[in-house]
């Protein structure tokens, strides 16, 4: 069975912390997504990754970065934390790519807050 | 800028009754995928359409993808508690999904 997991379902940090989101998938994709999802907005591509050590931005990168050193592993990182990111993050990841339809495998998200 | 509206963004109907949520843009989109998403949950793809005028059905659901590859309309027959959830379409735009702004469904027993 598919799984993408995430490291934290809640999180709550302080405004400059430095945050960490872990998602790793079990599937052996290439392609894994940080997403970022506010009501009204739906969701919006942060970053994403085609291989291994590969990063592309997405729509919003400002104020995130991302790595991925393992396969499986996908990390979002947030490296001083502000309010105005507060959100629910998703992760997912994809077999395949290309604009003809492509099928992504969604984490249960997590829930985070910046005080 | 929003390149996907829904409408509409909120939907509370009784069991049984029939339903339409629609997605969309000024944009030409190569293919377009529906999600529902359960609370708590990731989002969950419901269907690919990828051909102009296409429509797929999934039971109860009917997508229907525009001539122009703009918009697309989910319709839902007999609505049941089970299909309460958000509704999201995302249209495919080079390499990577553009999301739309949902529609939530309460569908009462």
């Known amino acids: 069975d598919v799984k993408v997991t995430q490291s934290s379902r809640y999180l709550v940090k302080r405004t400059g912390e430095k945050v960490f989101l872990e998602c790793v998938q079990d599937m052996d994709h290439e392609n894994m997504f940080w997403y970022r999802q506010d009501p009204g907005l739906g969701l919006r591509l942060i970053y994403f990754?085609?291989?291994?050590?590969?990063?592309e931005k997405g729509d919003i990168p400002e104020g995130y970065s991302v790595s991925r050193e393992k396969k499986e592993r996908f990390s979002l990182i947030l490296e001083s934390a502000s309010t105005n990111q507060t959100s629910m993050y998703l992760c997912?990841?994809?077999?395949?790519?290309?604009?003809?339809?492509?099928?992504?495998?969604f984490g249960p998200g997590t829930r985070l807050t910046v005080t | 800028t929003q390149l996907l509206e829904q409408s509409p963004q909120f939907l509370s109907i009784q069991e049984g009754e029939n339903l339409t949520v629609y997605c969309n843009s000024s944009s030409v989109f190569s293919s377009l995928q529906w999600y529902r998403q359960e609370p708590g949950e990731g989002p969950v793809l419901l269907v690919t359409?990828?051909?102009?005028?296409e429509v797929k059905k999934l039971k109860r659901l009917t997508f229907q993808f525009g001539d122009a590859r703009k918009d697309s309309s989910l319709h839902i027959t007999a609505a049941q508690p089970g299909d309460t959830g958000l509704y999201l379409c995302?249209?495919?735009?080079?390499?990577?999904?553009?999301f739309g702004t949902g529609t939530r469904l309460k569908v009462l027993a």
């Open positions: 990754s085609y291989d291994v050590k590969m990063k």
């Open positions: 359409v990828v051909t102009g005028g």
């Open positions: 997912a990841s994809s077999l395949e790519s290309g604009a003809r339809g492509y099928e992504q495998y």
């Open positions: 995302a249209g495919a735009r080079t390499y990577k999904y553009i």
